[in-house]
Nanobody
Framework: QVQLVESGGGLVQPGGSLRLSCAASTNIFSRSIMGWYRQAPGKQRELVATLGRGGSTNYVDSVKGRFTISRDNAKNTMYLQMNSLKPEDTSVYYC?????????WGQGTQVTVSS
């Protein structure tokens, strides 16, 4: 069974940066469209960015120009580089397949943007 482990979150001031990692137990990134999702307290989980099998990327409007999704197939790891962070980016961030999140969810990684 595939396991996804997210890491890299933390507390950062507005305008700061973080790089999140999503480590998979097997090489899934070459065969799955993957996404980064986030869930803020009291809100539904939402998609943030996707990375296609061929490397194509898509972002929701609220993070365009600030976030970059990428992967390292050799390391079975996907990344989310987050720059110019805003308080509204505060959430628990998860990775999974898209459009159907058919892998078991990991524990996520908390990102808190606050001064």
């Amino acid at each position: 069974q595939v396991q996804l482990v997210e890491s890299g979150g933390g507390l950062v001031q507005p305008g700061g940066s973080l790089r999140l990692s999503c480590a998979a137990s097997t090489n899934i990134f070459s065969r799955s469209i993957m996404g980064w999702y986030r869930q803020a307290p009291g809100k539904q989980r939402e998609l943030v960015a996707t990375l296609g099998r061929g490397g194509s990327t898509n972002y929701v409007d609220s993070v365009k120009g600030r976030f970059t999704i990428s992967r390292d197939n050799a390391k079975n790891t996907m990344y989310l580089q987050m720059n110019s962070l805003k308080p509204e980016d505060t959430s628990v961030y998860y990775c999974n397949a898209w459009p159907t999140a058919y892998y078991p969810w990991g524990q996520g990684t908390q990102v808190t943007v606050s001064s």
